[in-house]
C-alpha cells in the first residue's frame, strides 16, 4: 500500500484538529497534562487546576504533593530521557514522578521517589536534570511502569 505524503500545513492542520479536541474533550493541552492525569489515575490522587503556581501537580492524602514530569523520546531514535527539577521547586513537593514517553506516547516508564533523594540526584547537574535510570535506581524509588500502562490502556 502506498501512501501519498501530505503537505505541511495539512499536517498541521491536523495537529491543531487533535489538540483542540484533546483539549475540550480532555482538559488536556500537553503531554505533560497527559502524564499528570495517567499518574493521577494511577495513584488514587487528586490533580490540581492549576499546578504550576503551587510547585506540584497532584495530592494525595498518603503521599502529599506530587510533582510529575515527563519526557517523549525523540524521534531519530535516541533515548533522551531527561527531565528538569528546577531549584524553584525545592521543597515545594513531597514526592516525584518520572514518566518517559515512547515516541508514540507509550509508556516507556514511570517511578515514583521522595523528593530528597530526586534534589540530591538534581543538584549533581548544573540544569538539575534527572536521568530516568538515575532516579529509577534510588533505594526510596517505586516502579509505577506497569501502573502507569494499565491506566493508559483503559483511557
Do not use: C
Not at 483539549?23 to 490540581?48: C, N, P
Not at 531514535?77 to 524553584?88: H, I
Not at 547537574?125 to 491506566?151: H, K, M, N
Amino acid at each position: 500500500m502506498t501512501y501519498s505524503k501530505r503537505k505541511m500545513a495539512e499536517l498541521f492542520r491536523l495537529l491543531s484538529a487533535s489538540e483542540k479536541e484533546l483539549w475540550s474533550t480532555h482538559g488536556i493541552r500537553e503531554a505533560g497534562g497527559y502524564a499528570t492525569r495517567l499518574v493521577a489515575e494511577a495513584l488514587g490522587a487528586r490533580v490540581l487546576t492549576n499546578g504550576v503556581n503551587k510547585g506540584y501537580d497532584l495530592t494525595d492524602a498518603s503521599l502529599g504533593r506530587i510533582e510529575v514530569r515527563s519526557r517523549r523520546y525523540p524521534f531519530d531514535g535516541r533515548r533522551e530521557d531527561r527531565v528538569q527539577v528546577p531549584a524553584v521547586k525545592q521543597g515545594l513537593f513531597d514526592h516525584f514522578v518520572h514518566v518517559v514517553f515512547d515516541e508514540s506516547y507509550g509508556i516507556a516508564g514511570a517511578y515514583l521517589a521522595p523528593h530528597d533523594p530526586i534534589d540530591v540526584l538534581a543538584s549533581r547537574d548544573r540544569r538539575r536534570y534527572v536521568r530516568f535510570a538515575d532516579g529509577r535506581s534510588l533505594p526510596q524509588a517505586i516502579d509505577l511502569t506497569a501502573e502507569v500502562r494499565r491506566v493508559q490502556a483503559s483511557l
